[in-house]
């Protein structure tokens, strides 16, 4: 769309004015643009005219004062000094939690050690696993690597598993609480476990 100028002058639109319009009355035949970047420029320097176009001059014609390199090496050392800030709390407050992880995780694993039998204990420490007698007489074999597909139907003799069985409790609990919801489920409501279990048939051991 046109600008709305005064009568005479020509309408055209910003767009075109930087592209098309000369700058000032001597600048014959210059778009903006051409003007912008080949024009002469004063040097603020010097009271001689210096053909330099304004766009080399926007970058080359400034020196920095001591001050401003100062206040400049100032700004750059705070910057510094705030970003060793947050990474020196970033770092603690990850620690603080790694810290609250092992203190949780272990006295998860003692309460689960507890309620286990002597023979289970053994078995869960130095083979990572304990089985376990569903309510329907099945035998179970909760293994410790994880929570999501850790449990195993085994047959009556022999250890090669029939399938395995995805079922645990929400919330992120540490491993040994969801071993304990497992074993507890199992022994409690063997087929309400079977429904709500995602089954992973044929898995071999």
Not at 173 to 196: I, K, N, S
């Amino acid at each position: 769309m046109a600008d709305i100028t005064p009568t005479g002058f020509y309408q055209y639109n910003t767009w075109q004015t930087w592209n098309l319009g000369t700058t000032t009355a001597s600048t014959t035949n210059l778009t903006t643009w051409q003007y912008w970047n080949n024009s002469p420029f004063i040097s603020s320097s010097t009271t001689t005219l210096s053909i330099v176009p304004a766009w080399g001059a926007w970058n080359t014609d400034y020196e920095e004062t001591q001050e401003q390199r100062l206040e400049r090496e100032r700004f750059q050392a705070e910057q510094a000094a705030e970003r060793e800030r947050v990474r020196v709390a970033s770092a603690a407050r990850y620690e603080e939690q790694r810290q609250q992880r092992i203190v949780v995780q272990t006295r998860a694993r003692e309460l689960l050690l507890s309620l286990l039998t002597e023979e289970q204990a053994v078995s869960y420490t130095e083979q990572g696993w304990f089985e376990v007698r569903g309510s329907r007489g099945g035998r179970w074999r909760i293994r410790d690597r994880g929570q999501a597909g850790n449990v195993d139907l085994m047959p009556e003799i022999g250890d090669i598993r029939e399938a395995s069985f995805c079922c645990h409790p929400p919330g992120g609990l540490p491993d040994a609480d969801a071993h304990v919801a497992q074993m507890l489920h199992l022994v409690t409501d063997e087929d309400g476990f079977r429904r709500t279990a995602n089954l992973i048939p044929g898995r071999a051991a």
